[in-house]
């Protein structure tokens, strides 16, 4: 996903389970989700830290990977297993089959962590 440098208008998505949470909107870029969602679409997420709500098992979420000071923003599917939460990306490009793992206790000092519930998808029109 990559941060735009231009503002664009993107329509909420009415839920009544996430009524009154802010809404936030990605654009999707590359094809590691495109089994899910494809490039230049959008997905609209609410923030995990906004609700009562935990992750949960099959849960499409925007992690974010922090290296020291560097930041990436990623889309993946919440696979909940014995040891640990991992993170799998849906595509058929063999370049994005590996899994990334939720961040548990000492990370080496690169952290990953779900910080948005994914509610919706939405792609303009050309």
Request: proline share 6%; net charge negative; charged share 25%.
């Amino acid at each position: 996903m990559q941060e735009l440098e231009e503002l664009i208008h993107v329509p909420s998505i009415p839920h009544p389970e996430y009524a009154g949470l802010k809404q936030y909107a990605w654009r999707v870029e590359g094809t590691s989700m495109n089994r899910v969602v494809k490039a230049g679409s959008y997905v609209i997420g609410v923030a995990f830290a906004d609700m009562p709500r935990r992750i949960q098992h099959r849960d499409l979420v925007v992690c974010q990977r922090r290296d020291h000071d560097r930041y990436e923003y990623t889309l993946k599917r919440v696979a909940i297993t014995d040891v640990g939460i991992r993170l799998d990306p849906e595509s058929d490009d063999p370049a994005w089959q590996d899994p990334v793992w939720l961040s548990s206790g000492e990370t080496g000092g690169i952290e990953v962590e779900a910080t948005h519930l994914i509610i919706g998808t939405f792609s303009f029109l050309v």
